[in-house]
C-alpha cells in the first residue's frame, strides 16, 4: 500500500515537532531529572477522585447530555463568575470539552472558511499552528519579544491584521514563557479589534496559576465579552490532566456550532470525568490555592537562582514555567539543551519548540518536587561554570 | 506565600538558601528566625520519618487509653509528666471523651510492652485504668504513605 498517497495533504505536511532530535534523546535518557512535562506534579485532590470513583460504584456510565452533564454546566457557570466575574449561561453559553484542547479545534473548525487567518502569538502552546491548518485557516505567526515581557502588544497586532484575519489567539498566562497580559495589556489589544471583525480566542488553562494578581479575561473587557471566546479546563488548575476535562464558554450562535460538531465527533465528554469536575468546581478552590501557593514557592526559588548563576530569566507571572534567556552563552537552543541533557542529565526544552519568538530561551517547568528542582539548579551551575571554562570566559 | 514553618515541616532537609527563596527572606534572616525559633521551643527538633519494616527490625507500637481520677488541668499534668519521662513513651495527649490520656509507646516486643503497662504505668497513683491497643500495621504517618509508590511507565509526552 501506498499510505503516502491515502493521507491528507494537510496532515502529511504538518511537522511532529521541529526539535525531534532532540526528544529522540530526551526519550532515551530515562534517568535525567525532567523539568521538560509542562504538567503539575500534583496528583488530583483525593476528594475529587472519590468522586469519580463514586459515580461508577453508583453506576454513572452512560453518555451524558452532548453539551455536557447539567450539574457540571451549573457548577461552570458559578464557577467562572466567582473566580474570574464571567458571566454565562449554563444553557447555550457552555460546552463541556474533552480537555481544553478539543475546545481550541472547535473553535478553529466552526470559526475558519478556507484561507481565513488565524493571528498565533509565539513562542505559544504548539497546537494553534497544526489545527488551524488543519481547519483550513492559514496561521500568521507574531514573535512576542523578551523586553516586552512576552506580552503582545497593539503595535505587533496592528502590523498582522490582514482583510482575511479571522481569529486571534491569545494564550495567556503563558505556556512556555510564563508571561501574562494585563488588563491594560489587553484594553490596548481591544482598542485594536473593536472596529474589526476579529474573534478572539482565549486560552486561558493557565488562569488559575497568576502570582500577584487576579487573571483579567479578554471577555471582561467591555465590548469584548461578545467576540471573545473563553477556553478553560481542570488540566492545570485542579491538577487533572489525565481526565480529560475542558470547556469552552462564548456567545450563543459560536456554542451552538461548537455543539453541533462536538456531538458528531466525540458525542459527550468522559461522564466519570464530569462527575468528578461537579466536586472540583464545588470544593476544590482550597485546593487551588494550596497548589498555587506551592508553585509560587518553587517558582521564586527558581528565578532567583538561575539569575543567581547567570542565566537571566524574567519574572513569569503566570502559568509554572520560567523561560529564561541562554543567549549569553552562545549555544542555540537545542544545543543548550542537548549539552545540558547529556553532561548533567536534567531535561528542560529548548524554546524554539514554540516556535520561532522562543529561539535563544529554553523552557524549564517548575510544577516538580523542590528537591529536584534545587539539585537541576546546581547541576545548571555546574554545566554553566564548565561551559564557560571551555569557552574560556 | 509559605512561612517558613510550613516549609520546614513539609522538608527539614531544604538549604537556609531553598527557604529563603520560597518564603521570600534572605538568607540571613531565615538562619535568624529558625535559631529564635529553637530556642523558644517552637521548633522542638528536626527528625525523619522511617518505614522500619524495610528494615526488618522487629518494634511492636501500641496506643494506650489511660484513665485518671478526675482533677484539674494542672493535675492531669503532673501525672502526665510522670508517664512521659518514661524513653518508651513516643507520644502523649490528653484528651477530651471516654478517657483522659493517650500514651504510644513502642518496644521491641509484646512482652515489653505488656510490662511496661502492666509494672509502669498502670501502678501510677491516680490512674485508674488502661486500655491497650496494639498497632497492626502503619498507613499514614505526617502526611506520608508507607510503601513505595508503584513506578508509571509513560512514553515521552511533549505538553
Known amino acids: 500500500m501506498n499510505y503516502d498517497s491515502l493521507l491528507n495533504d494537510k496532515i502529511k505536511n504538518i511537522k511532529p515537532s521541529g526539535i525531534r532530535k532532540f526528544f529522540d534523546i530526551l526519550e532515551e535518557m530515562t534517568d535525567a531529572i525532567s523539568l521538560g512535562i509542562g504538567e503539575p ?31 457540571l454546566r451549573r457548577e461552570i457557570a458559578r464557577y467562572m463568575s466567582r473566580r474570574f466575574d464571567l458571566h454565562y449561561e449554563h444553557a447555550g453559553q457552555i460546552l463541556v470539552t474533552v480537555g481544553g484542547s478539543e475546545a481550541i479545534d472547535l473553535t478553529l473548525r466552526v470559526l475558519l472558511n478556507p484561507g481565513d487567518e488565524v493571528i498565533i502569538p509565539v513562542p505559544s502552546f504548539v497546537c494553534y499552528g497544526p489545527l488551524t491548518e488543519m481547519a483550513g485557516g492559514v496561521p500568521v505567526y507574531v514573535e512576542l519579544k523578551g523586553e516586552n515581557q512576552f506580552r503582545l502588544t497593539p503595535e505587533q497586532l496592528k502590523a498582522a491584521i490582514t482583510p482575511k484575519t479571522k481569529v486571534l489567539v491569545l494564550p495567556f498566562p503563558s505556556n512556555p514563557t510564563g508571561g501574562i497580559m494585563e488588563r491594560k495589556d489587553l484594553e490596548g489589544i481591544a482598542e485594536v479589534l473593536k472596529d474589526t471583525n476579529i474573534m478572539v480566542l482565549s486560552d486561558e488553562i493557565y488562569a488559575e496559576l497568576t502570582y500577584g494578581q487576579r487573571h483579567v479575561s479578554m471577555a471582561n473587557l467591555p465590548e469584548m465579552y461578545e467576540r471573545t471566546i473563553v477556553v478553560n479546563g481542570f488540566s492545570k488548575s485542579h491538577a487533572m490532566t489525565g481526565w480529560r476535562m475542558g470547556y469552552v464558554c462564548a456567545p450563543k450562535p459560536v456554542i451552538a456550532a461548537m455543539t453541533k ?3 458528531f465527533g466525540i458525542m459527550s465528554a468522559p461522564t466519570t470525568s464530569q462527575y468528578a469536575a461537579v466536586e472540583a468546581m464545588r470544593n476544590g478552590d482550597g485546593d487551588i490555592a494550596n497548589m498555587c501557593e506551592e508553585y509560587d514557592s518553587r517558582r521564586r526559588y527558581l528565578v532567583e537562582n538561575l539569575n543567581r548563576i547567570g542565566l537571566e530569566c524574567f519574572e513569569p507571572k503566570g502559568a509554572f514555567y520560567v523561560f529564561p534567556c541562554i543567549k549569553s552563552t552562545g549555544l542555540t537552543s537545542e544545543e543548550f539543551c542537548q549539552q545540558f541533557l547529556m553532561e548533567e542529565k536534567v531535561a528542560v526544552i529548548p524554546g524554539n519548540a514554540f516556535g520561532p519568538g522562543g529561539e535563544g530561551y529554553v523552557r524549564a517547568c517548575y510544577a516538580s518536587s523542590m528537591k529536584d528542582i534545587a539539585e537541576a539548579v546546581s547541576r545548571m551551575d555546574n554545566f554553566l561554570t564548565n561551559l564557560r571554562r571551555r569557552q574560556g570566559k | ?30 538562619k535568624q528566625e529558625l535559631e529564635r525559633m529553637e530556642k523558644d521551643g517552637t521548633i522542638l527538633g528536626y527528625q525523619a520519618i522511617i518505614d522500619w519494616d524495610k528494615v526488618k527490625r522487629e518494634t511492636v507500637t501500641a496506643l494506650i487509653e489511660v484513665k485518671v481520677v478526675p482533677q484539674s488541668i494542672a493535675g492531669f499534668d503532673r501525672i502526665a509528666q510522670r508517664i512521659y519521662q518514661y524513653d518508651e513513651v513516643e507520644s502523649m495527649y490528653l484528651m477530651s471523651g471516654a478517657f483522659d490520656l493517650t500514651v504510644i509507646i513502642s518496644g521491641r516486643t509484646l512482652r515489653e510492652v505488656a510490662q511496661f503497662v502492666g509494672e509502669r504505668l498502670a501502678p501510677i497513683e491516680g490512674v485508674t485504668g488502661t486500655a491497650t491497643h496494639f498497632i497492626l500495621k502503619k498507613y499514614k504517618e505526617k502526611h506520608l504513605v508507607f510503601g513505595k509508590p508503584e513506578p508509571e511507565e509513560r512514553e515521552l509526552i511533549f505538553v
Open chain 1, 41 to 71: 506534579d500534583f496528583v488530583t485532590p483525593w476528594h475529587i477522585r472519590d468522586a469519580g470513583i463514586y459515580s461508577l460504584e453508583k453506576g454513572h456510565t452512560k453518555y451524558t447530555s452532548n453539551a455536557g452533564m447539567l450539574e
Open chain 1, 261 to 263: 460538531l462536538h456531538q
Open chain 2, 1 to 30: 506565600m509559605n512561612s517558613l514553618l510550613e516549609l520546614l515541616e513539609q522538608d527539614c532537609t531544604q538549604s537556609h538558601a531553598q527557604l529563603a527563596a520560597q518564603a521570600g527572606m534572605t538568607e540571613q534572616e531565615v
